[in-house]
């Protein structure tokens, strides 16, 4: 069982910079960062592999990064470069079957309760 404490969310303006925690439990050999806005569907953004290993969506590769701690029980996202596009709903989470992608929606069986990101022009 894996347990999942989001937090850091906020309000910046476009430009800025926010950076989120997860607090983690469990079997973390593979965590991921997903978002969903308003109206669409949760979208993989980011994977960490247990080798240290890092996948990014094209929409963030270059402006967010994905960290975690040795003790491997804090997960981060530090993200710069905000833009208005990126408002949403941001959920850590981990693997549970086979496949370490955040493009594997199904393979990511435990979730945090999601922090709100609010990017304004």
């Known amino acids: 069982q894996v347990q999942l404490q989001e937090s850091g969310g906020g309000s910046v303006q476009s430009g800025g910079s926010l950076k989120l925690s997860c607090a983690a439990s469990?079997?973390?050999?593979?965590m991921a960062w997903f978002r969903q806005a308003p109206g669409k569907a949760r979208e993989g953004i980011v994977s960490l592999h247990l080798d240290g290993s890092t996948d990014y969506t094209d929409s963030v590769k270059g402006r967010f990064t994905i960290s975690q701690d040795s003790a491997k029980n804090t997960l981060s996202l530090q993200m710069n470069s905000l833009k208005p596009e990126d408002t949403a709903t941001y959920y850590c989470a981990a693997v549970s079957g086979l496949r370490c992608s955040y493009s594997d929606f199904e393979s990511f069986g435990f979730w945090g309760q999601g922090t709100q990101v609010t990017v304004s022009s």
């Open positions: 469990g079997d973390t050999r593979c």
